[in-house]
């Protein structure tokens, strides 16, 4: 599996949501500059995480973008799946039933695939961002939030 910059982006921009303890609505531009990336392809992420239920927007002055649920009730897998990436293997093929050792082998790389999606689904928002404070705090940053 290849992280590609839309699910990266995508977990970045959401991290920087969960810092909103109080649920306040932050502005595409905030993230974006807070975190380094680019407004244009950032507002198209935070659309399809809309799509997908995992950020609300709220229009107006105030307004801007907030998480739909809690840290932890979003999977690393579901911010993934919303942005179009995917670990499903390349490519799909059925090896000739005379070679054993293709069975095996496209069997073993089934498996995997098996656990890298069971893996993503099990790791939520708020365990990266624990793990990002831990690391912060390991390196004696306080406030700096940039992923």
């Given at each position: 599996?290849?992280?590609?910059?839309?699910?990266?982006?995508?977990?970045?921009?959401?991290?920087?949501?969960?810092?909103?303890?109080?649920?306040?609505?932050?502005?595409?531009?905030?993230?974006?500059?807070?975190?380094?990336?680019?407004?244009?392809?950032?507002?198209?992420?935070?659309?399809?995480?809309?799509?997908?239920?995992?950020?609300?927007?709220?229009?107006?002055?105030?307004?801007?973008?907030?998480?739909?649920?809690?840290?932890?009730?979003?999977?690393?897998?579901?911010?993934?799946?919303?942005?179009?990436?995917?670990?499903?293997?390349?490519?799909?093929?059925?090896?000739?039933?005379?070679?054993?050792?293709?069975?095996?082998?496209l069997s073993l790389w089934r498996q995997l695939?098996?656990?890298?999606?069971?893996?993503?689904?099990?790791?939520?928002?708020?365990?990266?961002?624990?793990?990002?404070?831990?690391?912060?705090?390991?390196?004696?940053?306080?406030?700096?939030?940039?992923?």
């Amino acid at each position: 599996m290849k992280l590609t910059t839309r699910g990266h982006y995508s977990v970045k921009a959401l991290l920087d949501l969960s810092l909103q303890v109080d649920g306040t609505p932050v502005s595409v531009k905030a993230i974006a500059s807070r975190q380094d990336l680019p407004a244009p392809y950032l507002e198209k992420l935070l659309i399809e995480l809309r799509q997908a239920g995992i950020v609300r927007s709220i229009r107006g002055a105030r307004g801007g973008y907030q998480l739909a649920r809690s840290p932890a009730e979003i999977s690393v897998g579901e911010i993934f799946e919303a942005v179009g990436e995917t670990v499903e293997p390349l490519p799909r093929h059925e090896p000739a039933s005379s070679h054993a050792e293709d069975w095996v082998t496209l069997s073993l790389w089934r498996q995997l695939h098996r656990k890298l999606h069971e893996a993503l689904h099990g790791v939520s928002l708020a365990d990266l961002y624990y793990d990002a404070r831990s690391w912060q705090a390991a390196q004696g940053e306080e406030t700096n939030f940039v992923i």
